[in-house]
């Protein structure tokens, strides 16, 4: 059995659909299970109908979830001083697309914050990963694995020109390895289980801001497309659009946005 045939029937047991993810990206991810597991893909889906955690485990390993506290500092600097210092003063909706364990949430959180925005603002994290959503609400996460994470808020509060330190948004107990968020920014976002793949929306409103840092990269032409029409669909007009450094808009949007190279805003 190859990849795509093992993605069409791991597809017809379990509610989730990577066959239109990038062919490269997703390939090695399962030949990477298969070599941690010792398993045949034949095997892998036997197990996946009837071991329901073994099946969330793969779908884990086959999903990405990278993410970081201010990941690309200077991005969130550039972001400060041209998207955010625009932002009207009425209440605002965010929208974190994949946002994993929710370390993008909190960044977001913590510039609004900064402009005494918070009690103005809607934050929506989605990701199609409960274990990873079950993170970002409890806003705790391994000390000595991130201790960069106070390098990078550092540099981001130097060119914003804050005198903000870390401990202001963050307990850090070293006994227990802990680094945990702290209110009000803690219980703000709502955190939403959502597959992209279905082209639906996972709420009913508009919203003003979309981050969708680094998720398209790992779709095909044709998902990127069927996505982009939704999240296009969900945004206000002169709305803003945050992607990730190597990413794009679908050629079919390209027209229906305006780019200042950090964020794409929807034409009117």
């Not at 086959?62 to 003063?89: A, C, G, M």
């Not at 669909?233 to 950090?262: A, H, Q, T, V």
Request: net charge positive.
């Amino acid at each position: 059995m190859d990849f795509k045939t093992f993605l069409q029937e791991f597809k017809k047991i379990t509610d989730y659909d990577f066959c239109d993810y990038s062919e490269n990206s997703i390939s090695r991810r399962l030949q990477k299970i298969c070599d941690e597991t010792k398993m045949t893909f034949e095997e892998i889906l036997r197990r996946c109908v009837t071991d329901r955690p073994f099946m969330g485990r793969v779908v884990e390993d086959i999903t990405v979830n990278t993410t970081e506290l201010f990941r690309d500092p200077q991005v969130w600097v550039s972001l400060f001083n041209t998207l955010y210092k625009s932002l009207p003063k009425t209440t605002v909706t965010f929208w974190h697309i994949g946002c994993s364990v929710g370390l993008e949430v909190y960044s977001n959180l913590i510039m609004l914050s900064e402009l005494n925005m918070l009690d103005k603002c809607r934050i929506i994290g989605t990701d199609i990963n409960p274990r990873v959503l079950s993170v970002a609400k409890k806003g705790e996460y391994a000390y000595s694995f991130n201790k960069y994470f106070e390098d990078n808020f550092n540099a981001v509060m130097r060119g914003i020109g804050s005198k903000s330190k870390f401990s202001d948004y963050f307990d850090i107990d070293e006994k227990k390895d802990q680094i945990k968020i702290k209110p009000p920014l803690l219980g703000k976002p709502r955190f939403i289980c959502h597959n992209l793949v279905m082209g639906q929306s996972p709420f009913a409103y508009r919203v003003d801001v979309v981050f969708f840092r680094n998720v398209m990269i790992y779709f095909n032409d044709a998902l990127q497309r069927k996505i982009m029409a939704m999240v296009y669909s969900k945004m206000y007009d002169n709305s803003f659009l945050i992607l990730g450094k190597r990413e794009d808009l679908p050629k079919s949007l390209k027209s229906k946005f305006i780019s200042n190279n950090i964020f794409f805003q929807k034409a009117n």
